[in-house]
């Protein structure tokens, strides 16, 4: 279980180490496991709309899981996702800019 590390306050909740990262977390792990990356607006549920989307992982078509659950402060919303196409992601310059030195630590970790 990912432990909820406090980093900052924003308009009194706390962010944790986990903000901004959904994306590129949820792209390495397709690349360890496969299956499919999801997607989700969160501009509906005022309570995260400032985090703008979010994105985890569906498995095997069956279960869905999501690394960086620990950004969600009070409750685990309910989200319904869309798959997303990891080049409709990587299509951003910042994101490849984001994704490979996290790929690069992660490989010279675990060679």
């Known amino acids: 279980m990912i432990e909820k590390q406090v980093i900052a306050q924003r308009n009194g909740a706390s962010i944790t180490i986990c903000l901004g ?27 995260y709309a400032y985090m703008q989307s979010h994105y985890w992982n569906e498995l095997f078509g069956i279960d869905e899981i999501d690394f960086t659950y620990s950004q969600f402060q009070n409750e685990y919303p ?8 990891r080049q409709s992601i990587l299509s951003s310059s910042d994101m490849v800019r ?14």
């Open 78 to 85: 309910r989200l319904r996702g869309e798959v997303m196409l």
């Open 98 to 111: 984001r994704y490979q030195p996290l790929v690069d630590r992660f490989s010279n970790y675990y060679k």
């Open 21 to 47: 990262h959904c994306a590129v977390v949820a792209l390495l792990a397709q690349d360890m496991f496969g299956g499919n990356i999801l997607r989700v607006s969160l501009f509906g549920i005022s309570e």
